[in-house]
């Protein structure tokens, strides 16, 4: 199973079976949060992501949809963790890169 953390170690994740795909997101939002032209994701359906330590943080805001973009990070390091649309409730959005 693949497993991911966050740069403290804090935040620990894993997931099984392969991302449904991965993504590029160029919005204004997205580069803001991961201080980069783009934010690169892997897609997962929601069942097969599992929080085993830490509680992240999290921000709610708009996107351009008008539906809520949930981001969550480490409170302690800062570090991007992963995202839940309300557009797609099925899924969740790993930081990947």
């Not at 994701?41 to 949809?65: V, W």
């Amino acid at each position: 199973m693949p497993k991911g953390s966050c740069l403290c170690g804090q935040i620990q994740y894993e997931y099984t079976g392969e991302p449904t795909m991965t993504a590029l997101c160029h919005c204004h939002a997205c580069q803001k949060w991961c201080g980069a032209t783009a934010s690169s994701n892997l897609l997962l359906p929601r069942n097969q992501f599992e929080l085993l330590q830490g509680t992240p943080k999290s921000f709610e805001k708009p996107g351009d949809s008008g539906k809520i973009n949930k981001r969550s990070f480490c409170g302690t390091c800062g570090s991007s963790l992963f995202g839940e649309l309300e557009l797609m409730p099925q899924f969740v959005g790993i930081k990947a890169g």
